[in-house]
């Protein structure tokens, strides 16, 4: 074990116990001094880079900011280097770093929507993120606009680091707007599917058609009726066997669940004399008892159903398989 621990570097020195740290080249300097207080900001900034980064989901965007962070490690050295310790640096920030900051300002601010107000951090995490990012970004560069006033720093370094704010501020758009346009498409597939899903001829069918199976299973002939929500018919389909009497009766419960918003079986109770629609089973245009079923999309009643030629709880059984053809629909 011992010679485990010989191997491992310390990660404690005490030689900056005293209030000094030392510079890539030799020389010491106090640990609140521009300089110090300039290339800790950058390394302060690449923390938070990174922060964003971990939030986001586009691979481009995170390679993005990828990039940036080992840039910044660059940034960091010459900052933290004296004259001799530069001239021992084998990388640096050219020119052509910069402008591929632009290019990726360019080609993604051709892609955000119109920006009609001040933007306030919060809508979601990510771009919050890199607001913060950003935020400490600009302070950074404040930083190192004070050193250059004590010291010359190379302008490529300052030209870098503002343009990875405008980066930063760039790609916090690029992911909200991506935000709302996955909202919006929500919003549209969900009325897209409400269009596909509306009650028409064509559903009305396959509404028949699922009760028509049912009525296989229980081996009777009934009379299926489908109206619109204010009680107008779309469909009535009377199988071979089912009685005459049926074709009104079935019209009748679906016009009854439609026009008093309500499935025909839950006005048994409520017609009685106790009932609070007590009086209603005298009204020949409505029917009281189970068979007729309600057709909703995502809640809202958009017409009915009803069913007649067997018993109430054989009608009602097919009136519920109708409904339920029309829900998977």
Aim: with cysteine; proline share 1%; glycine share 8%.
């Amino acid at each position: 074990m011992k010679d485990v621990y010989t191997n491992l570097i310390k990660v404690y020195t005490k030689k900056g116990d005293s209030g000094e740290t030392g510079l890539f080249g030799g020389s010491r300097i106090s640990k609140d001094s521009l300089k110090v207080e300039a290339y800790g900001s950058i390394d302060e900034a690449a923390a938070f880079i990174g922060e964003a980064r971990a939030r986001l989901e586009d691979k481009e965007l995170k390679d993005i900011l990828y990039r940036i962070q080992e840039k910044f490690l660059v940034v960091g050295a010459h900052l933290a280097s004296d004259k001799k310790g530069i001239g021992k640096l084998k990388e640096s920030i050219e020119d052509s770093d910069i402008e591929e900051l632009e290019r990726v300002i360019d080609k993604y601010t051709k892609t955000l929507l119109p920006l009609c107000k001040f933007i306030i951090p919060g809508d979601s995490i990510e771009s919050t993120s890199l607001h913060v990012a950003r935020t400490v970004v600009r302070r950074s560069e404040r930083r190192m606009v004070a050193l250059k006033g004590e010291e010359g720093i190379d302008p490529r370094l300052l030209k870098y680091v503002n343009r990875v704010s405008d980066v930063l501020f760039v790609i916090s758009r690029v992911v909200e707007d991506n935000i709302k346009v996955k909202t919006i498409s929500k919003v549209i597939l969900n009325n897209l599917n409400i269009v596909q899903k509306r009650l028409n001829l064509e559903s009305a069918k396959k509404i028949v058609e699922a009760g028509e199976r049912k009525a296989k299973e229980l081996g009777l002939d009934f009379v299926i009726a489908v109206v619109s929500k204010d009680g107008k018919l779309i469909l009535e389909v009377k199988m071979d066997e089912a009685i005459f009497a049926s074709i009104d009766i079935a019209f009748k419960k679906a016009y009854t669940a439609a026009a008093l918003k309500i499935a025909t079986s839950d006005l048994t109770e409520l017609t009685k004399p106790t009932g609070s629609l007590y009086g209603l089973q005298n009204d020949s245009r409505y029917i009281v008892f189970g068979g007729g079923e309600l057709l909703k999309i995502d809640g809202e009643i958009v017409g009915a159903v009803g069913v007649s030629g067997g018993s109430v709880e054989e009608d009602t059984a097919v009136a519920k398989a109708c409904v339920e053809a029309f829900e998977k629909i």
